[in-house]
């Protein structure tokens, strides 16, 4: 029984450890270009106290063996790639990657990172940088004297100067990665790669199966409610179930401690 308790325990922790991040990708259900995580669970090793095959005296093996579980874990939690909903904003600065990859920004330290959030301002310098201070790689410099600028799918960006003319000033590139589970999430949107998502794939939009680029638009975040209150639900049964199973076990124990 008390190895019960313990068992119980783990499958509490592990809830937990569910709950938690649900309560993450709800918090974010309103976050542009964030993605909604998965939870993985794993059984832990067997107590065994007879092994199936066994030999029993000097011709019989035994058909099963004897096996005692001894719990579950939290195995992985990873991110859910799939493309969230457009919303249009308007601002020609703003743009969503419609497909595969990343948008590579140089952060504050100079460290690279990979994002699906692309809503960019003008700098003081005139530099696209996100709100964060993340600067777009490679850099684009938008002139002062601009009367628009124009962001193809692409990737082009072209302005349009006051004599009419309209200039290439800077050209995005997506980054692709054989894994994108295995990357690490940063916060704000930022991900770095790791050995797991093996090393960025740098390409032009709309080529190598990258995806095109939209302006004026940002991806939402791909969090499903309903389904995720449906899952908060079913973690809540579960956390409960577990506490029932220390209860009892508890009980018998207090039981077995008593008798006379």
Do not use: C, W
């Not at 295995?182 to 032009?204: C, D, K």
């Amino acid at each position: 029984m008390i190895q019960t308790l313990h068992t119980a325990a783990t499958a509490l922790e592990a809830q937990s450890a569910n709950i938690e991040r649900i309560s993450n990708d709800l918090a974010n259900v309103n976050t542009d270009g964030y993605k909604r995580g998965q939870t993985e669970f794993s059984e832990l090793m067997y107590k065994t106290e007879k092994e199936p095959g066994a030999q029993v005296g000097a011709s019989s093996q035994t058909p099963v063996g004897i096996q005692t579980g001894l719990g579950v874990k939290v195995g992985a939690q990873s991110k859910i790639f799939e493309q969230g909903p457009v919303k249009h904003t308007g601002n020609p600065l703003d743009i969503m990657v419609e497909g595969r990859g990343f948008i590579p920004v140089s952060r504050p330290n100079g460290e690279i990172a990979y994002t699906r959030v692309g809503a960019f301002h003008r700098d003081s310098q005139g530099r696209m940088v996100l709100s964060n201070g993340s600067q777009l790689v490679p850099a684009v410099v938008l002139p002062a004297n601009a009367l628009g600028i124009t962001i193809k799918p692409n990737g082009e960006i072209t302005a349009q100067m006051p004599d009419a003319a309209e200039n290439t000033i800077g050209q995005i590139q997506l980054a692709g990665f054989v894994n994108e589970q295995g990357l690490m999430a940063t916060g704000e949107g930022l991900y770095r790669p790791t050995t797991a998502s093996g090393s960025p794939i740098q390409a032009i939009p709309g080529e190598d199966g990258m995806g095109s680029i939209g302006q004026g638009a940002l991806e939402g975040s791909n969090v499903n409610v309903p389904n995720s209150m449906i899952e908060m639900i079913q973690t809540q049964r579960a956390y409960e179930m577990g506490t029932k199973v220390m209860g009892i076990a508890d009980q018998m124990l207090n039981a077995t401690v008593n008798l006379k």
